[in-house]
């Protein structure tokens, strides 16, 4: 059986000093995929005050991190611009991962579709990232949106996945 790979996207204190939608429950879902992931990897945006080690930086205090949890910081939207993301996937043999975290419409969005043209296998956890509401759409119709985008990208032979937290979790136990 493949590796589970979890890669959670700036759930940080920060992040969330703007209301996001479903925040318990996205973060509940985050936390289960999580503890059924055999390797999670942090994402970290570092940017204003969220600089390495200050309050904002900071993971969310609920979210739970594994002894085993590999922590990368990024400093634009694209988690794989200048970053290790990609030699740590690719260190670890992994060609696949599911994707969760903050925010949808910005970090969730591009680093979505930059491992999909790397030629990674993406899993995006439909009811697992969050985003707040914007000047034209709220919060709930930009997920929405962006998990209709997601799954209908046209990229023969790397078609990217949406799929609820729930069936990701059954495959990972099977």
């Known amino acids: 059986m493949e590796t589970s790979v979890l890669v959670v996207i700036d759930m940080q204190r920060g992040v969330f000093a703007q209301p996001r939608f479903d925040q318990a429950g996205r973060v509940e879902r985050i936390n289960q995929l999580i503890a059924a992931a055999h390797q999670t990897i942090f994402i970290q945006h570092v940017e204003g005050e969220m ?23 990024k400093t634009a939207c694209d988690s794989f611009w200048h970053t290790t993301l990609e030699a740590q996937l690719t260190a670890g043999a992994h060609r696949g991962f599911v ?17 999909a043209t790397k030629g990674f296998r993406v899993t995006v956890a439909a009811d697992a990232h969050t985003t707040a509401d914007r000047t034209f759409a709220s919060a709930e119709q930009l997920i929405g949106q962006h998990n209709e985008v997601w799954s209908s990208l046209s990229l023969p032979g790397n078609a990217i996945q949406v799929v609820e937290s729930a069936a990701i979790l059954q495959q990972w136990r099977s």
């Open 99 to 115: 994707i969760c975290g903050c925010a949808t419409d910005y970090c969730v969005d591009c680093t979505v579709k930059t491992a």
């Open 51 to 73: 600089q390495p080690d200050s309050e904002a930086w900071q993971l969310l205090p609920e979210i739970e991190q594994p002894a085993n949890a590999l922590y990368i910081n």
